[in-house]
């Protein structure tokens, strides 16, 4: 049986273009929702929205900009007619051992990790608090224990989750934020964020024995339709007395 969460329902999805953003959209779609689909990446959403026909429509912005992410979010509220719920997608990824890493590959994880989930929430709440909507902000079980070679993205992912607590508490029972707490899943974030691996200095065994031992599953990588099911589960009415959580999806990665 298919289910049918979504029917009239209108989503914002950042990081739509690739991975887990487009998964999701899928899965909203497919449950009857129309969808913004917004990525840094034009003309890779512009394609990814030809799937989806009527259902969906590309903006580009960068989550970092606030002036992006108030063009883009206001023309895509007009053409949604309105908005019932958001999922934050977007992020890259960076390795690079600590006392190398220069300032500016700190400040622009931070920048789009940490400040674009601020920029983008602060953006969607106005429109939410008239339809009692949802959100969920995308986080990582690096941002829940110490993730070697990752200090800026580790780090602002920790921020997300706790910027979700808060946002959680300031709002609650008008709009309902929650965390989704990713674990490894297979998807080209490396590759798009343009990371280089292994880090510098450091061997590919010596990574993954490290990394991979903190971080990945014991079994396998997940999918992202496996955590985008999760985010469909969190901004439906079935999660309707979940507000606050960071809900981790990591075949006990860090159990
Ligand atoms: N892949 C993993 O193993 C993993 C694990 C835990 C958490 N996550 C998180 O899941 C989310 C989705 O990642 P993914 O694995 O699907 O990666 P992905 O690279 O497939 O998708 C991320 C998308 O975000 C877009 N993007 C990057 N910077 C942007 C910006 N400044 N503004 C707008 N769009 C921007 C990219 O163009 C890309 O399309 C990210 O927040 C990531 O940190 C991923």
Same mark, same amino acid.
């Given at each position: 049986?298919?289910?049918?969460?979504?029917?009239?329902?209108?989503?914002?999805?950042?990081?739509?273009?690739?991975?887990?953003?487009?998964?999701?959209?899928?899965?909203?779609?497919?449950?009857?929702?129309? *969808?913004?689909? /917004?990525?840094?990446? $034009?003309?890779?959403?512009? +394609?990814?929205?030809?799937?989806?026909?009527? %259902? !969906? #429509?590309?903006?580009?912005?960068?989550?970092?900009?606030?002036?992006?992410?108030?063009?883009?979010?206001?023309?895509?509220?007009?053409?949604?007619?309105?908005?019932?719920?958001?999922?934050?997608?977007?992020?890259?990824?960076?390795?690079?051992?600590?006392?190398?890493?220069?300032?500016?590959?700190?400040?622009?994880?931070?920048?789009?990790?940490?400040?674009?989930?601020?920029?983008?929430?602060?953006?969607?709440?106005?429109?939410?608090?008239?339809?009692?909507?949802? *959100?969920?902000? /995308?986080?990582?079980? $690096?941002?829940?224990?110490? +993730?070697?070679?990752?200090?800026?993205?580790? %780090? !602002? #992912?920790?921020?997300?989750?706790?910027?979700?607590?808060?946002?959680?508490?300031?709002?609650?029972?008008?709009?309902?934020?929650?965390?989704?707490?990713?674990?490894?899943?297979?998807?080209?974030?490396?590759?798009?964020?343009?990371?280089?691996?292994?880090?510098?200095?450091?061997?590919?065994?010596?990574?993954?024995?490290?990394?991979?031992?903190?971080?990945?599953?014991?079994?396998?990588?997940?999918?992202?339709?496996?955590?985008?099911?999760?985010?469909?589960?969190?901004?439906?009415?079935?999660?309707?007395?979940?507000?606050?959580?960071?809900?981790?999806?990591?075949?006990?990665?860090?159990?």
């Amino acid at each position: 049986m298919t289910i049918h969460r979504f029917d009239d329902k209108r989503f914002i999805v950042t990081g739509a273009a690739d991975g887990l953003g487009l998964a999701t959209t899928r899965r909203l779609v497919s449950e009857g929702a129309r *969808v913004a689909m /917004v990525d840094l990446a $034009g003309e890779k959403v512009a +394609a990814a929205a030809e799937e989806f026909g009527g %259902s !969906a #429509k590309s903006w580009v912005a960068d989550i970092s900009s606030e002036s992006d992410v108030e063009s883009a979010f206001g023309s895509a509220v007009e053409w949604l007619g309105g908005l019932d719920g958001f999922v934050n997608c977007a992020g890259i990824v960076d390795f690079g051992t600590t006392h190398e890493l220069p300032l500016e590959r700190w400040q622009r994880v931070v920048d789009v990790v940490l400040t674009g989930t601020f920029i983008t929430n602060k953006a969607v709440i106005p429109h939410l608090l008239e339809t009692k909507g949802a *959100v969920v902000n /995308v986080g990582s079980i $690096g941002g829940m224990r110490g +993730a070697p070679w990752q200090a800026a993205y580790a %780090s !602002a #992912k920790a921020g997300v989750i706790n910027l979700t607590k808060v946002l959680a508490s300031e709002y609650v029972g008008r709009v309902r934020f929650n965390c989704l707490v990713a674990g490894n899943m297979s998807t080209n974030i490396v590759g798009n964020s343009g990371a280089e691996l292994p880090p510098e200095g450091v061997t590919m065994e010596e990574f993954l024995e490290e990394y991979g031992r903190r971080v990945i599953g014991p079994n396998r990588i997940g999918e992202p339709e496996e955590m985008a099911a999760v985010a469909a589960f969190l901004l439906s009415d079935d999660a309707s007395y979940m507000e606050g959580s960071a809900v981790v999806v990591d075949e006990a990665a860090t159990a």
